[in-house]
């Protein structure tokens, strides 16, 4: 199974509410990864965690904060957010991190409008 | 950094033809090369994948090449399907880790 569970699947919000997403991966996978996709473009890397801890930090703006609580989850806190921050945003896992380089599973994304 | 170049953006073929999508990278260190499919609605699924100490590899109807001296990989689906149709994305990781995307290409089977 290489499934990647996201939700909510759709999300409206204002530019002063505070909104969580969530991403769950029971796959045993020690890497997980959240991206950022605009419509008729490709993934770009937000963030990544390994071992529960931050890994990689995209120069993400402060607004998005990243938490992983355990090996099986992840969340991305939202807040203050602006309308261009509207997009499908994308969790993903993989086994590890390492010169391997593992295969990263998607999960359905959460469609977030920014209103 | 990397840079993955993807061509074409669009691809129209025939139910039955052949399609093939190109990519080429710019970091030599490089060494992981999966290639992305992502209907309407939906997140990335993985279909293929190749690594750098291979040329070839085949799925079924999929098969990705990989030329290293050249820095370019391929996508091929043959007896293309109407459900084939979707973005294509293919990738390159280095080992930061960090899948670097093509721009996609959005192929289109038509019955």
């Known amino acids: 199974d290489t499934e990647v569970t996201q939700t909510p699947k759709h999300l409206v919000m204002g530019m002063t509410n505070k909104k969580s997403l969530k991403c769950e991966q029971h796959m045993g996978h020690r890497a997980m990864y959240w991206y950022k996709q605009k419509a008729k473009k490709p993934p770009e890397l937000m963030f990544v965690?390994?071992?529960?801890?931050?890994?990689i930090n995209e120069s993400v703006p402060s607004r998005f904060s990243p938490e992983c609580p355990n090996s099986s989850l992840l969340n991305l806190h939202l807040h203050a957010l602006q309308p261009e921050d509207s997009a499908l945003y994308l969790c993903?896992?993989?086994?590890?991190?390492?010169?391997?380089?593992?295969?990263?599973?998607f999960g359905p994304g959460t469609r977030l409008t920014v209103t | 950094g990397e840079n993955v170049e993807q061509h074409p953006s669009t691809l129209s073929v025939q139910e039955g033809d052949s399609a093939v999508i190109k990519c080429t990278y710019s970091d030599s260190a490089s060494n992981y090369f999966p290639w992305y499919k992502q209907e309407l609605g939906k997140g990335p699924q993985l279909i293929i994948d190749?690594?750098?100490?291979?040329g070839e590899k085949k799925d079924q109807r999929i098969a990705v090449t990989l030329n290293k001296t050249a820095k370019h990989f391929s996508l091929h689906i043959t007896e293309t399907q109407p459900e084939d149709s979707a973005v294509y994305f293919c990738a390159a990781s280095n080992p930061d880790d960090k899948l670097i995307f093509g721009t996609g290409t959005r192929l289109q089977v038509f019955p």
């Open positions: 190749i690594r750098s100490n291979v």
């Open positions: 965690y390994s071992y529960e801890k931050l890994s």
């Open positions: 993903a896992s993989s086994q590890d991190l390492g010169d391997h380089s593992y295969e990263q599973y």
